[in-house]
Nanobody, 115 residues
Framework: QVHLVESGGGLAQPGGSLRLSCKAS????????MAWYRQTPGSQRELVAR???????SFADSVKGRFIVSRDNIRRTVDLQMNNVKPEDTAVYYC?????????WGHGTQVTVSS
């Protein structure tokens, strides 16, 4: 069974940094694309960053140049380094993977950017 557990998050001031981590189990992690999404109340969940098994990365335009996504195939983790955060980055962040055309999600972690 696929299981994704996020950690990190919390409160940061504008311009600060936060690091999120997601640990995966139940998948062949080293061949699996992993992604981070975020969601605010009343809005659709949106893709923030994705990293393929080959290490190819893609980002939402709103976070390009500020966020970094990385993976550790030995630890089975995918991290999201959030730099120069802005109030509009405030959201619940979810770890995601797709297996046999089905989406799997973590429980989410709250990120709040406020002075």
């Amino acid at each position: 069974q696929v299981h994704l557990v996020e950690s990190g998050g919390g409160l940061a001031q504008p311009g600060g940094s936060l690091r999120l981590s997601c640990k995966a189990s139940g998948v062949n992690f080293k061949i699996t694309t992993m992604a981070w999404y975020r969601q605010t109340p009343g809005s659709q969940r949106e893709l923030v960053a994705r990293i393929t098994a080959d290490g190819d990365r893609s980002f939402a335009d709103s976070v390009k140049g500020r966020f970094i996504v990385s993976r550790d195939n030995i630890r089975r983790t995918v991290d999201l380094q959030m730099n120069n955060v802005k109030p509009e980055d405030t959201a619940v962040y979810y770890c995601n993977t797709v297996r046999y055309n089905r989406d799997y999600w973590g429980h989410g972690t709250q990120v709040t950017v406020s002075s």
